[in-house]
């Protein structure tokens, strides 16, 4: 597969009043694969936000490299470049919408970038039948719900044809209904389109619908795998200040108590199936 972001090497530090850095990143080396959906976890102040700022050279590296779509992000003319192939919606929805009309909001980018009325046209209509929001096209955006205005957001970063969608926790000012539409809306852009998406978030249930989930610690990555691999570790995650999905943690607390389950499990169903077998298990002790 083409791997779409890299990072070699990775540091990142903020300036102190020293004129030294404080370092938030060490040392990431990072790849993710055109067409993955990405998970990254990490506990306030991990530095997991600070690496998804480097993936379309919001922020530029103190140290090592990230190359997005070929390009070195270092290179001050390639910018326009990496963001086409890369972008960025935020946590607060209300942060990104410009326009008091949706589907002007979701053209705003391209005709400030010169796209032909045409193109804009077919691509805002595109974008907002992606996304389920076609048909509030021409309502005002401080009307629509939470979960309504993240997925506009997410349309206006469609309509510049990304390779790649980064969502720095887009669900965490939305209700369960919300965080729902956002979460089917990214799985369908993966599924549907082929857009490599890489969620930051610290809601579990999300990072069990990745392909892959990669933990930072502290600026350092601490695990890098399938969800089912990374959440086996509940004892090294709840370490570093990190939840595990709920039905993980059930099973985990039963192991606790000496009963044999296997290790993996993710969710509610697989947990209620691996209960039933292990009561079969205990045969008839009435007698």
């Given at each position: 597969?083409q791997i779409i ?8 530090g ?5 004129d030294?850095?404080?370092e938030?990143l ?11 959906f990405?998970?990254?976890?990490g ?8 690496l998804?700022?480097?993936f ?7 140290g090592?490299?990230?190359i997005?779509a ?8 390639k910018?326009?470049d990496i963001r086409?192939?890369v ?5 607060n929805p ?6 008091t009309i ?9 005709e ?16 907002l039948?992606?996304v389920?929001m ?5 309502h005002a955006p401080?009307q ?10 997410i349309a ?7 390779q790649?969608i980064v ?18 809306t ?20 999300e990072?069990?619908?990745?392909d892959?989930?990669?933990v ?7 695990l ?9 570790h ?6 570093v200040g ?7 943690e059930?099973?985990y ?15 509610e169903?697989e947990c ?13 002790v009435?007698?």
């Open positions: 597969m972001i890299e990072t070699q090497h990775l540091t990142f903020y300036p102190k009043e020293d030294t850095l404080a938030v060490h040392g990431i080396d990072l790849s993710i694969e055109q067409g993955q990405v998970a990254v976890l506990h306030n102040g991990s530095g997991k936000s600070t998804a700022k480097h379309n050279a919001i922020l530029l590296p103190s090592g490299r990230v997005v070929g390009f070195d992000t270092m290179e001050e003319d910018l326009y086409q192939n972008g960025m919606v935020f946590q209300d942060n990104q919408i410009v326009a949706v589907e002007e909001d979701v053209a705003f980018a391209l400030n970038l010169g796209v032909e009325p045409k193109e804009i046209r077919r691509r805002v209509d595109e974008a039948k992606a389920g076609y048909e509030y096209r021409g401080h629509l719900s939470g979960g309504q205005k993240q997925r506009v957001a206006g970063i469609i309509a510049m044809r990304p790649c969502l720095d926790e887009p669900t965490a000012m939305l209700d369960p209904r919300g965080r729902k539409e956002v979460l089917r990214i799985k369908q852009l993966k599924e549907e389109y082929g857009i490599t998406i890489v969620l930051i978030t610290h809601y579990m249930e990072a069990v619908q990745a892959r989930v990669v930072v610690d502290n600026g350092n990555l601490l890098d795998g399938t969800p089912r691999e990374v959440f086996s509940v004892k090294l995650l709840k370490e990190l939840d595990v999905p709920q039905a993980t059930l099973i607390e039963l192991q606790k108590e000496g009963i044999s389950f296997p290790d993996g499990i993710l969710t169903d209620v199936d691996a209960i039933v077998n292990w009561m079969e298990g205990l045969g008839d009435s007698h």
